[in-house]
């Protein structure tokens, strides 16, 4: 089965996002484009909360969040408890978002990434599988509903 792809930016990542659709698409990977589709102003959350949506709803297997430092983005997608983004900047975090937290979203800042390392991440999270064992638990406590207590 073929990973489903959903992809979402912000105004500043249009580029970026443009650059790895033709990517995903060249490799063929069914992908959803949730916009923007130009350079005008628009807000990161929105983007992430439909990217969020589409993952929650059964959509897609994979997002992947855009904006101009990743970091706004990836605060929007993890509000939503079934999505796991891992905002990387080199192929080992994303290989470890992967492997130790199960991702199922990864988000990159278009200002602090170049295309080709975006490619190489988002290369290394598609093709990287879940771990398992150990780590198991931990992402069951990631995908919670709330907030797990702690014992002092």
Do not use: W
Not at 33 to 41: I, K, M, N, R, V
Not at 79 to 92: G, I, K, Q, T, W
Not at 127 to 149: I, M, N
């Amino acid at each position: 089965m073929s990973k489903r792809i959903v992809i979402a930016s912000d105004h500043a990542a249009v580029t970026l996002k443009t650059e790895l659709v033709a990517m995903l698409q060249e490799q063929g990977f069914p992908i959803e484009d949730l916009g923007p589709f130009d350079t005008s102003s628009v807000d990161y959350p929105d983007y992430g909360y439909k990217l969020a949506r589409a993952i929650a709803g059964g959509r897609a297997d994979f997002g992947v969040a855009l904006c101009g430092s990743g970091i706004g983005i990836s605060i929007a997608v993890n509000r939503e408890p079934a999505c796991r983004c891992a905002l990387v900047s080199e192929p080992l975090a994303a290989q470890f978002a992967r492997t130790h937290n199960d991702a199922n979203v990864i988000a990159m800042g278009a200002r602090m990434i170049g295309q080709e390392m975006a490619k190489a991440c988002l290369t290394t999270f598609l093709s990287t599988p879940f771990e398992g064992g150990r780590h198991q638990g931990r992402v069951d406590k990631l995908s919670a509903p709330t907030l797990q207590p702690i014992e002092a």
